[in-house]
């Protein structure tokens, strides 16, 4: 009679098991190892964006300062106009009016790593939903910002600039809002300033460069608050 041979299920339904664990195990250590890459890289972005978000703090405050030293300027302008003879210093009469009527400030933000973050399609890698939304709303708050600078811009180059050019002579204050200007043209006695006193379109033009100025300080303030809110979050996140 033949032999039967006898199959062993126990070792088999052991061994079966212990290959199945060890595949699972595998996979458990890709997917954690995976993950543990994800949140390195979040930290990267992370790191990146709030170094970014830093500097332009920096730079919108030193943009309201700006915006709100051209609205002073404005008002010291205003306040001498109607005076017969204005009792200030030529050149100091000449800088007020180089600031207002041919200088404006533009604000310039880093926007590197957000851009990158955007373009690369790995913006879904911040697990922060509240973090993930304010960063795409941020290109138009500062859009709005700067909106309001390309105006204010246009109106020097269009309205405030020509008009001076045509009631004064404007080296002296070309030379100080220009410093190449500065190197390349020579100075020459201040001038007496009388024409544009008299002048109802000198006090409005000075007038809406105050109004513009105003309205770019305020735009400022709601970026500052936008920027705040973004480092805030950054932070928290990284402290976890």
């Known amino acids: 009679m033949e032999n039967i041979r006898l199959v062993p299920w126990r070792r088999t339904i052991v061994e079966s098991v212990a290959i199945i664990l060890s595949i699972l195990f595998a996979f458990a250590i890709d997917a954690s190892w995976d993950e543990f890459k994800e949140r ?8 990146s964006l709030l170094s970014d978000f830093t500097e332009a703090r920096s730079r ?14 404005a008002h ?12 200030i210093d030529p050149q100091v009469l000449e800088e007020m009016l180089s600031a207002v009527f041919f200088n404006w400030e533009s604000l310039y933000l880093p926007s590197g790593s957000a851009n990158a973050l955007f373009a690369s399609g790995d913006i879904e890698i911040i697990e922060n939903e509240e973090l993930r939304e304010m960063l795409a709303a941020w290109p138009s708050v500062v859009d709005d910002a700067n909106e309001d600078d390309i105006l204010i811009s246009n109106d020097v180059m269009n309205n405030l600039a020509p008009y001076l050019q045509s009631k004064i002579r404007t080296r002296n204050v070309v030379r100080i809002s220009n410093s190449d200007a500065a190197k390349l043209i020579p100075r020459i006695e201040s001038l007496n ?16 460069r105050i109004v513009n100025e105003s309205f770019a300080v305020n735009e400022n303030d709601r ?15 990284l402290d976890r």
Do not use: C, M
């Open 40 to 47: 390195n890289q979040e930290e990267v972005f992370l790191e």
């Open 60 to 73: 919108i405050d030193e943009s309201i300062s700006a915006h709100k030293r051209f609205i002073e300027l």
């Open 76 to 87: 010291q302008l205003l306040s001498l106009h109607g005076d017969d003879a204005p009792n």
């Open 193 to 208: 300033y009388d024409a544009i006193w008299g002048d109802p379109l000198f006090e409005n033009l000075v007038t809406f």
């Open 223 to 237: 970026l500052r608050e936008a920027v705040d809110e973004i480092i805030r979050v950054l932070g928290n996140e």
